[in-house]
């Protein structure tokens, strides 16, 4: 499988900043996805990224909030706007990896506190 | 939107029991996958599943893909401490989308 590297790995941050998270992989993929996990909930799609085009976001989730970079084939960045406490949550990066029957893989998450 | 549904929720269990966990949906997916996720980890993968039918073991992991394709089920043989987490199954494939939708999570706890 891929190996995924997610940063930072966790932050505090105050209302009203905005964080960057970066993911980066060992191979070159075409699907990247970003996902958001509230606590003590299950994993929800954020957006799909793809190289070269514009990230695909799914209900509830807008650009504006949520905007996402996709420079190459292995890095893509995913920042949240404007916090508030409400964003408190674990982002996941996960990317579609394997030849034919492709497979998500994901990261290791980083866990947001918005104070 | 699409919607898994996965039960139980949690399972306490014992050490040495079998765990069995399923999520059903009211669409048709073409891959069914199971993951879980420990504490401060991303899901990791535990079994793929792509045709109707399809029985696929992993170690004392046992997951189905259901002949409806609208169902899957994971079985856990002879649990150890190390099963302790969160059971995701996940659904692709509806209409052609690649995104995955995934179950709300069944959390095994496993008494020693």
């Known amino acids: 499988s891929a190996v995924i590297s997610q940063k930072p790995s966790r932050d505090i941050c105050q209302r009203g900043t905005s964080l960057t998270i970066q993911c980066q992989v060992d191979?070159?993929?075409?699907?990247m996805f970003w996902y958001r996990q509230q606590p003590g909930q299950s994993l929800t799609l954020i957006a799909t990224?793809?190289?070269?085009?514009?990230?695909t976001y799914e209900s509830g989730f807008v650009i504006d909030k949520f905007p996402i970079s996709r420079p190459n084939l292995t890095f893509s960045t995913l920042t949240v706007s404007n916090m508030s406490p409400e964003d408190s949550s674990i982002y996941l990066c996960?990317?579609?990896w394997g030849s034919g029957r492709n497979i998500q893989y994901f990261g290791a998450g980083t866990r947001l506190s918005v104070l | 939107g699409q919607q898994l549904n996965q039960s139980p929720q949690s399972m306490f269990i014992q050490e040495g029991e079998d765990v069995s966990m399923n999520c059903t949906s009211s669409?048709?997916?073409?891959?069914w996958l199971w993951y879980k996720q420990d504490p401060g980890e991303g899901p990791v993968l535990l079994i793929a599943?792509?045709?109707?039918?399809e029985l696929t073991s992993n170690g004392r992991l046992t997951a189905q893909f259901g002949i409806t394709r609208k169902d899957s089920f994971l079985n856990i043989s002879a649990s150890i401490p190390s099963d302790v987490g969160i059971y995701f199954c996940?659904?692709?494939?509806?209409?052609?989308?690649?995104?995955?939708?995934f179950g709300q999570g069944t959390r095994l706890t496993i008494n020693p």
């Open positions: 996960s990317v579609e």
């Open positions: 669409s048709i997916f073409n891959t």
């Open positions: 599943l792509y045709k109707a039918g």
């Open positions: 996940a659904g692709q494939g509806i209409q052609g989308a690649q995104k995955l939708v």
């Open positions: 191979s070159q993929v075409t699907m």
């Open positions: 990224a793809n190289q070269g085009s514009e990230a």
